[in-house]
């Protein structure tokens, strides 16, 4: 378990070991926090069928199917885009029988935050009246597009991201030792930063601010940069969101609130379906140059 959901998992396992875990559980964090391996954690915890010590044993006949991928009873429910009614009535089905293996039901809803409401509402019905020893657990990046009558019937737990030198420690576990600005930028995703730092991204965030002074200097086309940043637009969003908030903490400046909410927008519409990414680039970038921050940096 990573070391800051460890504290997380244990107060889970104990919940459940005095029997009251709540059959909804809902765990709210960010992307690349380490959501996932909680879940799993927790979910073959509630399989075992000798835990020992708040923890799975990883060698009775559950644990063992549980590590093959082939536990009868686990169910683990994801979806590419949203998570609609079929996906979410085909998983209730399944939980509605006894349990194969005369433990816990587990499932587990991946982008919980992504339902549709059709599909929230038929999980409400799960939610409400839930079969004997079935654990639903909800992964959300966020709770605020979700339906408030299920948040209601969950137990919430909102994770949170570790300390900067909880987070240094672990990195420098594996070797890495990366500027103090990028474990800021990336500290509330500490899995997604790992990745960054062992896959570095072709484009680098001294590249991206040279080029928007050449910009600036009116030595570059907008429309030709923007083309080339094209398929690195998020990334390139995320470091003018970093480089915006460096430059409120010197000195905060209503223009640079007004930026920021524009890139965070800028980052929202990125993912709409057939959006050009280049233009949307060059409009957030305009603005940016418009502000005249660049010639005081
Ligand atoms: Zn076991």
Not at 162 to 178: H, I, M, R, V
Not at 259 to 288: A, C, D, F, P, W
Request: neutral net charge; glycine residues 6%; contains cysteine.
């Amino acid at each position: 378990m990573y070391p800051w959901l460890e504290q997380d998992y244990q107060q889970l396992a104990a919940i459940h070991q005095q029997g009251r875990l709540h059959h909804g559980l809902l765990l709210v964090g960010h992307q690349g926090l380490g959501k996932h391996e909680l879940a799993k954690e927790l979910a073959r915890l509630l399989l075992c069928q000798q835990p020992q010590q708040g923890k799975a044993c990883r060698i009775c006949k559950s644990c063992l199917l549980e590590e093959a991928g082939s536990h009868p009873d686990y169910h683990w429910l994801e979806s590419e885009n949203q998570v609609g009614i079929d996906l979410i009535r085909g998983a209730s089905n399944k939980l509605a029988g006894t349990a194969q293996m005369s433990g816990h039901k587990v499932l587990v809803i991946d982008n919980a935050h992504r339902m549709t409401d059709a599909a929230a509402n038929a999980l409400l019905k799960t939610l409400e009246e839930p079969t004997a020893k079935t654990h639903i657990l909800l992964l959300a990046d966020s709770i605020d597009a979700m339906l408030p009558t299920i948040i209601s019937r969950c137990h919430k737990l909102v994770l949170t991201p570790p300390a900067q030198d909880l987070l240094e420690n672990w990195l420098g576990q594996y070797q890495l030792q990366p500027e103090s600005r990028i474990v800021r930028l990336y500290g509330h995703a500490p899995l997604a930063l790992k990745a960054l730092l062992e896959t570095p991204p072709e484009l680098n965030f001294t590249q991206v601010l040279e080029e928007l002074k050449a910009l600036d200097a009116g030595q570059r086309s907008l429309a030709k940069v923007c083309d080339g940043w094209e398929k690195d637009a998020a990334q390139v969003l995320n470091w003018l969101q970093h480089w915006l908030l460096e430059r409120c903490q010197q000195k905060p400046e209503p223009v640079i609130f007004s930026l920021y909410s524009q890139t965070l927008e800028g980052v929202k519409n990125l993912s709409v379906n057939g959006v050009n990414k280049s233009l949307l680039l060059g409009r957030v970038i305009q603005s940016v140059l418009k502000a005249g921050l660049l010639k005081r940096s």
